[in-house]
Every structure is written in C-alpha cells, then in structure tokens.
C-alpha cells in the first residue's frame, strides 16, 4: 500500500498465512514454502519501507520452536525491516473455556480438540524472544502503525492485560494523518454486532474459530474506532474479501 506524505510517495507490504513449515513437521507439504519462496523474491523487487507481517510464519510454531528460528532467519534476508505479531499457528488457538465441549463434540461425531490447542503465556514469550513484542504501536511519516494479536482477548493471561493497556493509550499519543492496525483473526464474519457463534454447534464451529467473540469483539471494536484507526489489516481464513468501509474503518480480510 502506498501513502502520499508532502514530498512523495512511499509503500509498505503486508503479508499474512505463509506457514513455512520443515520436513521436521508432520503437516509439513513443499509446495508451502515454494509459494512463499516465489512470494518472497517479488517483495524484494519492490521499493518498500518495511513489512507487516500478520501472523501464521510457520506451521507448525505453536509446538516446534525450530520453526521460530527459520521463519526470523528468513525474514532476515529481506533487504527491509519486517513488523510481526503472532498467529494461531504460531503461539495456539484463542481459548476455549467451557467444559463438556468434548462431550458435546462427541454427541454430533466430531472430533475436534480446541480444548488442547489453547495459546499459553509460555508460548507467547517465546515467540516474542524471536521477533518482538506481540502488541506494538510506531509511527512513521505522519502514519502511525499498530498490531497486536486479539486471539488473548478472554484468555485471562498477562498479554491479554497488555493489551488492553496499550488499545486504551492510542487515543492519548500525537495524532497522525493516517492509523493502519493489524491483527490476525478477523474481528467478526460480517458485522460487529453479529451473535457469539457457539463452538459446539458444526454448523457455527468456524465463525467462531476465525474470528472475535462477544465482548471482546464490541470492547475491540469501540477502541479501535477512538484511536483513529481507518485501515485494519487481517488474515487467518485464507480467503480474502473485498475491501469492507466498517464505521469508518477500512476493513482488508487478506489471503
């Protein structure tokens, strides 16, 4: 995306779902890591400021840390700076609390273990000793950039407190002509106001898994219509949308 300031243009990249992955892993497919490969040399031919990178660099990260290691390592060779929060694939799923889901699984023939795949605040350490903070905030050229991982909203964790704490200071820093923020899950399917879809029911499993819940996704929303934002980048589907105006907010649901 390109931005005008008073003297001239400049562009930055977002990218999103790469999942590298390594023979190592048992999902591991070589196609995979060819595309991003092809993604990778096109990025370099393009006179950009900086990456965003909106989560999913591995496949496998949330249980293989060697993945961390070729996904920085690769990153590294770009010939700019890279800006990164986390996926689900990276650091585990948003939580899944209720218990008797197993059961209720069970009942309509799933097999589904949300319950075991539950991003843990070990994890999320450890991915930001690899690229940094999760949840950041930075400006450049009169645009201020903003990305943080919402799955930890309702986790009960220390980053979901960092969260919010940093959602509530935007309002208060210098504004700036433009605020672009990203994250990974989609904030809603269609609308802000839409139900909290119920994970144990097949028919709203995945409503529910790629995007934000009632009251976070209201609490989100609010605060990112207060701080300014009017770009939102995310990914997670892997299936993208046309672009979507929201109160104000362009809403990018990228591939």
């Known amino acids: 995306m390109s931005f005008p300031n008073s003297n001239s243009a400049w562009t930055f990249l977002h990218v999103n779902d790469n999942h590298m992955g390594t023979p190592r892993s048992y999902r591991f497919r070589p196609a995979i890591n060819r595309r991003w490969e092809a993604i990778r040399r096109q990025m370099t031919t393009i006179n950009a400021e900086f990456l965003l990178h909106g989560g999913d660099l591995t496949r496998d990260g949330e249980s293989h840390e060697f993945e961390y290691r070729q996904a ?4 590294e060779t770009l010939p700019f700076p890279t ?8 650091v585990g799923n948003k939580h899944a609390h209720h218990n008797g889901f197993k059961r209720k699984w069970a009942e309509q023939g799933l097999d589904w273990n949300d ?3 539950n991003m843990t605040e070990q994890r999320l350490q450890l991915f930001a ?3 940094g903070p999760i949840h950041w905030t930075f400006v450049y050229r009169d645009v201020r950039f903003t990305g943080f991982y919402a799955a930890v909203a309702g986790s009960d964790l220390p980053h979901e407190d960092r969260l919010w ?3 509530e200071r935007l309002p208060t820093l210098s504004p700036t002509q433009h605020h672009v923020a990203m994250m990974h899950y989609w904030p809603f399917i269609e609308r802000p106001d839409e139900p909290d879809w119920d994970m144990t029911n097949g028919d709203e499993y995945d409503n529910w898994y790629f995007s934000i819940g009632p009251p976070h996704r209201q609490r989100l929303w609010k605060m990112l219509q207060d701080a300014g934002v009017d770009i939102l980048f995310c990914g997670h589907v892997h299936t993208g949308r046309p672009v979507q105006l929201v109160d104000g907010i362009r809403l990018y649901r990228t591939q």
Not at 72 to 75: A, P, Q, V
């Open 83 to 90: 800006f990164v929060i986390p996926g689900n694939m990276d």
């Open 72 to 75: 920085r390592e690769d990153l």
């Open 129 to 131: 000793s690899y690229f």
């Open 115 to 117: 319950l075991d795949l």
């Open 165 to 167: 704490r940093l959602l």
